[in-house]
């Protein structure tokens, strides 16, 4: 829903003209159509894959991995021929990391480890950071006040990327996206659908511990230790260097994960790329209202929240504090989700 405020600049009030305005019904058309189009193809692809899920093994381990330094490119592993832990030389450790990085210090990666799908996750350190609008905030920041001390009591791992189509694909159904291809994210997926991916994932693992991320928990490791607009600082005009995002919907789509820098942290496409859903419900006042500790949103709600940006939001939308809320039936070709995983 707070996708309609997402091109009005700071200051700006909602009643004024908000940037786009000209073409925007013109882009309500070609949604009209897009969404005619998916609901087609989606019910097709329901149809082929009723027949098609594999069925779920047992639990493999977690193995792991050494850590990329942060200038060199990464290959998303369910991308490369060799995908699955199976297929990786035996040499390979299958003890589980024990570095505990300080909070202080992000950029001292961790050992990152991965599943049998190939998803890799990095390590997001407990500890306490300000949640909210921070001072080089755009934005009227209706949802996003007032900022806040949070606190996370536990670390846990974050998905270095958002999950793909070749993720999605292997335990449920094809992303309806614009293009398809093993790399690129998996978007037009809902809330419900993350859900359903969720339990097979468990169900696959023997494992209870994934889920999405809390609201907090995502902005923490979005954020990486910083408390600037964007992990790297606070001038939009520096987006592009790093996520993606300010692309025309009617000629744009969604770029392969991993092709922009990692955080300090090691996520890749944190700004913009997909939207990404998170696990707690919208509550408008929340900030004012919520814990300070391990929050976990509203016990209940109508709209499930979205953070990040998408390809084609405005730069202000893409910010670490940002925050958005759509039903959880919502597809859209700019929404998908990353994994968190907890090892206790």
């Not at 049998?116 to 949640?131: N, Q, V």
């Not at 929240?305 to 919502?330: F, I, K, M, N, Y």
């Amino acid at each position: 829903m707070s996708r309609f405020r997402s091109s009005r600049p700071a200051g700006q009030s909602a009643g004024r003209p908000r940037p786009f305005v000209g073409w925007g019904l013109g882009v309500m058309a070609v949604l009209g159509a897009l969404a005619l189009a998916a609901a087609f193809a989606t019910a097709a692809a329901r149809g082929q894959a009723a027949d098609a899920w594999p069925s779920l093994g047992a639990s493999p381990r977690i193995f792991a991995e050494p850590v990329q330094p942060a200038d060199q490119s990464v290959d998303h592993p369910a991308a490369q021929s060799a995908a699955h832990p199976a297929d990786r030389p035996s040499s390979q450790s299958s003890a589980q990391p024990s570095a505990q990085p300080s909070a202080a210090t992000p950029a001292a990666w961790p050992p990152v480890v991965s599943n049998s799908l190939g998803m890799t996750f990095a390590h997001i350190p407990a500890g306490r950071f300000m949640m909210g609008a921070d001072p080089g905030f755009v934005g009227d920041g209706e949802y996003e006040r007032p900022p806040r001390r949070v606190t996370l009591s536990r670390p846990f791992r974050l998905s270095r990327f958002e999950v793909t189509q070749g993720d999605l694909s292997v335990l449920t159904r094809s992303a309806p996206g614009r293009r398809r291809g093993a790399k690129l994210p998996a978007d037009g997926v809902s809330w419900e659908d993350a859900q359903e991916f969720l339990a097979r994932l468990n169900a696959r693992e023997g494992t209870g511990k994934y889920r999405l991320p809390t609201e907090a928990e995502w902005e923490r490791a979005a954020r990486a230790g910083s408390e600037t607009a964007y992990w790297f600082g606070d001038d939009p005009k520096a987006l592009p260097q790093y996520g993606w995002c300010g692309e025309s919907f009617a000629k744009g789509a969604s770029h392969e994960v991993g092709l922009k820098p990692p955080n300090p942290w090691g996520l890749y496409d944190m700004h913009g790329n997909l939207s990404e859903w998170v696990s707690d419900w919208f509550g408008e006042q929340y900030y004012a209202s919520g814990a300070a500790a391990d929050p976990q949103g509203p016990r209940q709600g109508q709209t499930k929240v979205r953070r990040g940006g998408g390809w084609a939001s405005d730069p202000a939308v893409c910010q670490s504090a940002w925050r958005e809320h759509d039903a959880p039936t919502l597809r859209s070709l700019l929404v998908g989700f990353r994994v968190a995983y907890f090892d206790e």
